[in-house]
Nanobody, 128 residues
Framework: QLQLVESGGGLVQPGGSLKLSCVAS?????????MGWFRQAPGKGREANACISSVGVTTYYAESVKGRFTISRDNAKNMVYLQLNSLQAEDAGVYYC????????????????????WGQGTQVTVSS
């Protein structure tokens, strides 16, 4: 069973930056091909912000975060990161780290449907 724990959320002013981290335990990330970061705003479903393949060669970004967010991973440390820059009010929400499988990724792409394991989430608040 894979456990994912996110950290790094907090309160930031518009235009500010945060770096989210997700550490995996139980199994190594090498056993899961893609990983992603998903944002859930109040009253809404989880939306993909960014995904990364198992060795980090392929990345996907939602249009709304392209050029501002960067996803990366360090399989040796079982870590996945999301660098958030130029944060806007609409970026606020609970950010979840999710692990998919190669099969679910192939079927559903970088979507919440493809995720097989979720972390507990970390809150990001953007406010002046």
């Amino acid at each position: 069973q894979l456990q994912l724990v996110e950290s790094g959320g907090g309160l930031v002013q518009p235009g500010g930056s945060l770096k989210l981290s997700c550490v995996a335990s139980g199994v190594t990330l090498d056993e899961y091909r893609p990983m992603g970061w998903f944002r859930q705003a109040p009253g809404k479903g989880r939306e993909a912000n960014a995904c990364i393949s198992s060795v980090g060669v392929t990345t996907y970004y939602a249009e709304s975060v392209k050029g501002r967010f960067t996803i990366s991973r360090d399989n040796a440390k079982n870590m996945v990161y999301l660098q958030l820059n130029s944060l806007q009010a609409e970026d606020a929400g609970v950010y979840y780290c999710g692990a998919a499988s190669s099969r679910s990724w192939a079927t559903s792409g970088c979507t919440a449907v493809a995720v097989r394991d979720w972390g507990q989430g970390t809150q990001v608040t953007v406010s002046s």
